[in-house]
């Protein structure tokens, strides 16, 4: 039975234990599909906006010298928060480009090979 989306979203950072199963995408390619989804969601074709806005402030959150728990005063509390926002951030990437994997071969051309008839 599969998993509704909404539920598996949720439940991203969990992603990550089937990041790498044996025939799913590489990270090169998960990567390599990075620009062209947030190019096909500038564009309006990929519905990933939101995803994509919360994934941005978690790397901003991760990269930032600013902590809601700061690391000088409490020392290893102040690193499980950037371990969680991170782990969810790891987990929220292959989810979303497993998505827009599957969302993307869908919408490849299917060539059909025949005759081209004059009209």
Do not use: C, H, N, Q
């Not at 979203?9 to 599909?33: C, E, Q, Y």
């Not at 190019?39 to 990269?63: K, Q």
Request: charged share 25%; proline share 6%; aromatic share 10%.
């Amino acid at each position: 039975m599969p998993v509704p989306r909404l539920l598996r979203r949720r439940m991203a950072i969990f992603a990550l234990f089937r990041a790498f199963r044996r025939g799913g995408p590489g990270l090169a390619r998960r990567l390599g599909s990075l620009p062209r989804m947030v190019v096909a969601t500038v564009r309006g074709r990929y519905d990933g906006g939101w995803r994509l806005l919360l994934m941005g402030l978690a790397t901003v959150y991760i990269l930032s010298p600013l902590d809601f728990v700061p690391e000088i005063f409490l020392a290893f509390l102040g690193l499980i928060d950037d371990a969680v926002v991170a782990g969810w951030l790891a987990g929220a990437l292959v989810d979303e480009t497993d998505r827009f994997l599957a969302w993307e071969s869908d919408r490849s051309v299917k060539v059909i090979p025949g005759k081209i008839a004059d009209g």
